[in-house]
């Protein structure tokens, strides 16, 4: 499908996301400390965990492979960036079924699809204008819960990125969330990177009222 182009995605389907992706390594000890973090995170949720999860952004799939080392849901994701979705598809992340060319912006996943949808490190990249629009996305094909683990600002600010503008954007994701939309909190905390070893997020798990 054809991806709407923001200024923000033509960086991320561009050179400079293909930069991204060979900075982002998926080594054994980088998908260990995700798992690790997954843990921390899903332990929120009591009884069994989501039979289906979608990420929306996945790069590379270190997501993917930490939750696959700890439970048997049916995993899914959206990326813009080929360089990356070929990086998931040869490492048999997930398949050409499971993986699709889209963004948050336009989700091609049928209403509640998903018992859970979840970004790390994606809503931060999207601007203020078209956030409401990726979140009502997650929203809407979430059939349960969404989770997202992003940069905390007490208010809404622009930070400059590798030295682009208008590419890293941080606020008070969580409660963005619960402002626009009929969700309960079930869980959040923070990852620190000198223990974690995960870039400073702060994290929220939402369930749908």
Request: proline residues 3%; negative net charge; charged residues 25%.
């Amino acid at each position: 499908m054809a991806i709407a182009k923001t200024k923000q995605l033509e960086a991320w389907t561009g050179e400079f996301g293909d930069e991204y992706v060979e900075r982002c390594n998926a080594s054994l000890e980088a998908v260990r400390i995700r798992t690790r973090a997954w843990a921390d995170m899903m332990g929120a949720i009591h009884g069994s965990p989501p039979a289906s999860i979608l990420e929306v952004g996945c790069n590379v799939g270190i997501n993917l492979r930490a939750i696959n080392q700890l439970y048997d849901s049916e995993l899914f994701a959206v990326e813009p960036n080929p360089k990356a979705r070929s990086v998931v598809l040869a490492d048999k992340v997930l398949d050409e079924d499971h993986l699709k060319e889209a963004s948050a912006l336009d989700l091609p996943f049928e209403d509640n699809s998903m018992e859970m949808a979840f970004t790390c490190g994606v809503l931060i990249h999207i601007a203020g204008q078209d956030l409401l629009k990726a979140c009502s996305e997650m929203y809407r094909v979430s059939s349960r819960y969404i989770l997202c683990a992003e940069y905390f600002s007490r208010t809404p600010e622009e930070i400059q990125y590798r030295g682009q503008e208008g590419l890293l954007f941080k606020r008070d994701f969580g409660s963005y969330w619960i402002d626009n939309f009929d969700l309960k909190t079930i869980g959040n905390g923070f990852h620190w990177r000198r223990t974690t070893g995960i870039d400073d997020v702060t994290w929220w798990l939402f369930e749908k009222r």
